[in-house]
């Protein structure tokens, strides 16, 4: 069964830095999808970015990027130049060849001004 | 980008009352999808569908029926509901090449 796992319960950096969250991954299909959303404080999710794992090249949206480790079932979040409305929960989901999306249980970032 | 619109927002029950949750997507997604969110358990996936007609059981699906009468809509039912299924549930739908999800803005359940 797939398994996605996020260490970092929450994270408190100031504005205009840059953060990583870190997120790894158990699947046994050798093609899948992962996904990284954004849980705002009003509790809309959104889609910011994703990573196929055929794609060597790491994907990058805006300010998000990605650090995709396949060796290291590692798909860590980058958001470069924060702002004080990048404050909300991070999940990081994970699709195999199946229809389902497993979701980690999400990190918490706080940008202090 | 998907729109995804859920109803009602936020439901109050009753122990034992049938409670349906509707949802309704309109860029002709193939893929639908029903979570509940939790402290502590993240999105946790209850049922979906790949079209018109079809329900499959995700992770969680004791307690609730799923039925997808058309493409755009998506209904999850909970015949005879109970204080643990008090949550937030989300849905979802997708498409099918490579099935980014796109999410509803949720609704807040209470059974009391």
């Known amino acids: 069964a797939q398994k996605v796992t996020q260490t970092q319960t929450s994270i408190s950096v100031v504005e205009k830095t840059t953060v990583t969250m870190d997120c790894v991954y158990e699947?046994?299909?050798?093609?899948?999808?992962l996904f990284w959303y954004k849980q705002t404080a009003s509790g809309e999710i959104v889609f910011l970015i994703r990573?196929?794992?055929?794609?060597?090249e790491n994907a990058t949206v805006g300010h998000y990027s990605l650090n995709f480790q396949k060796p290291k079932s590692s798909i860590g979040l980058i958001i470069t130049a924060t702002q004080i409305e990048d404050s909300a929960v991070y999940f990081c989901?994970?699709?195999?060849?199946?229809?389902?999306?497993?979701f980690g249980t999400g990190t918490s970032l706080l940008v202090d001004p | 980008e998907a729109a995804v619109t859920q109803s009602p927002r936020n439901k109050v029950a009753v122990t034992g009352g049938k409670v349906t949750l509707s949802c309704n997507q309109t860029?002709?997604?193939?893929?639908m999808y029903w979570y509940r969110q939790d402290t502590g358990h993240g999105l946790r996936l209850i049922h979906y569908?790949?079209?018109?007609?079809?329900?499959e059981k995700g992770d969680i699906p004791d307690g609730y029926k799923a039925s997808r009468p058309s493409q755009e809509n998506f209904s999850l039912i909970l015949e005879l509901a109970t204080p643990s299924q008090t949550s937030v549930y989300f849905c979802a739908s997708g498409d099918h090449r490579g099935d980014t999800q796109y999410f509803g803005p949720g609704t807040r359940l209470l059974v009391l």
């Open positions: 569908s790949y079209g018109a007609g079809s329900t």
């Open positions: 860029n002709n997604h193939n893929n």
């Open positions: 990573q196929d794992s055929y794609k060597k």
């Open positions: 989901a994970m699709r195999d060849m199946g229809y389902k999306l497993t």
């Open positions: 699947t046994r299909d050798s093609s899948y999808f």
